[in-house]
């Protein structure tokens, strides 16, 4: 089993800036196609961003582009989710995956591990 950690959650006021963090341990993260995804209470889970192996390719729903950036350091095992210009509507549970698959994408099903997710509150 593939140990995914996120951390850097926290309460936050509008328009404040957070970053989060996600490392799984060993030599084995820099095969992974990495991606964020979040829940807000009573919706379903919903992809935010996506990066290939090498960090030249990223992707992120339209709700966050042009606020958010999602960057890895193979070197020290861990994707970063940069969140600028928060809004309220950004509170959820964020959680990290990782892919094994090329396809990758945005669709939950093709992610192989998650984190237990961090909780990130936007005050108005």
């Known amino acids: 089993q593939v140990e995914v950690v996120e951390s850097g959650g926290g309460l936050v006021q509008a328009g404040d800036s957070l970053r989060l963090s996600c490392t799984i341990p060993g030599r084995t993260f820099s095969s992974y196609r990495m991606g964020w995804f979040r829940q807000a209470p009573g919706k379903e889970r919903e992809f935010v961003a996506a990066?290939?192996?090498?960090?030249?390719?990223?992707t992120y729903a339209d709700s966050v582009k042009g606020r958010f950036t999602i960057s890895r350091d193979n070197a020290k095992n861990t994707v970063y989710l940069q969140m600028n210009s928060l809004k309220p509507e950004d509170t959820a549970v964020y959680y990290c995956?990782?892919?094994?698959?090329?396809?990758?994408?945005?669709?939950?099903?093709?992610?192989?591990?998650w984190g237990q997710g961090t909780q990130v509150t936007v005050s108005s």
């Open positions: 990066i290939s192996v090498n960090g030249a390719v990223t």
């Open positions: 995956a990782a892919s094994r698959r090329i396809d990758y994408g945005s669709e939950t099903p093709k992610y192989d591990y």
